[in-house]
């Protein structure tokens, strides 16, 4: 099993930054890609940014695409997520995952495990 933990959430102005951070623990995998989704309330989860294992391949959403950078080091399990200016409509609940495969997918269901969620909030 994996267990994944988010943290970094919080609550935040437009135009801020935060970092979310993703650290894995229990059996890691060598080729598995990484992502962060988010939920908002009354939408569907949907993807934000993906990340392979060996860091050559990246992928956003089109909505966060120039603001948020993903990054993992994998000597420390953990990934992460630079969120710059930030907006109200990136308020949501996000979540980190994980899959043993090493593709980057935009569909939820391919990602075998995932974080509790960590809540960020943008408002004035």
């Known amino acids: 099993q994996v267990q994944l933990v988010e943290s970094g959430g919080g609550l935040v102005q437009p135009g801020d930054s935060l970092r979310l951070s993703c650290a894995a623990s229990?059996?890691?995998?060598?080729?598995?890609?990484m992502g962060w989704f988010r939920q908002a309330p009354g939408k569907e989860r949907e993807f934000v940014a993906g990340i392979s294992w060996s860091r050559s391949n990246t992928d956003y959403a089109d909505s966060v695409k120039g603001r948020f950078t993903i990054s993992r080091d994998n000597a420390k399990n953990t990934m992460y997520l630079q969120m710059n200016s930030l907006k109200p409509e990136d308020t949501a609940v996000y979540y980190c995952?994980?899959?043993?495969?090493?593709?980057?997918?935009?569909?939820?269901?391919?990602?075998?495990?995932w974080g509790q969620g960590t809540q960020v909030t943008v408002s004035s």
């Open positions: 229990g059996r890691t995998f060598s080729s598995g890609a």
């Open positions: 995952a994980a899959r043993s495969g090493s593709g980057i997918y935009y569909s939820d269901r391919y990602y075998n495990y």
